[in-house]
């Protein structure tokens, strides 16, 4: 069966990991609603937070009030509704080489799926 891994890590102000979820989703997704997925999964578990990604695009679709990416809206929409809730102070894309630990738990959670 095809899924996609979700890995999400919250940390404090100083990078210690609080939490950090791993979970797999079913079924056929785009990258983008993918990565929308893993926010909203984070933003569930957080408030007052940073929310960093290594997706350029969606970082700025969320930050954006702009109309929402392809097939990702509805989530989109959720993630952005969420933002405001937890109060996020900022959002922003990270390269994938400083940003590996949700990166490497997606991939070890697909794997196992």
């Known amino acids: 069966m095809d899924s996609i891994g979700i890995g999400v890590a919250i940390r404090d102000s100083t990078g210690k990991v609080l939490v950090a979820v791993l979970k797999s989703v079913r079924g056929f997704y785009s990258a983008e609603l993918g990565e929308l997925l893993a926010v909203r999964e984070g933003l569930i578990l957080a408030s007052n937070c940073l929310v960093e990604m290594d997706a350029t695009n969606v970082a700025a679709s969320i930050k ?4 929402s990416i ?6 989109l929409e959720d993630v952005k509704a969420l933002c405001v809730k937890v109060q996020v102070s900022e959002c922003h894309a990270t390269p994938r080489s400083r940003n590996t630990m949700a990166y490497n738990q997606s991939r070890l959670k697909h794997k196992a799926s």
Do not use: Y
């Open 64 to 67: 954006d009030n702009k109309a």
């Open 70 to 75: 392809g097939d990702a809206g509805f989530v």
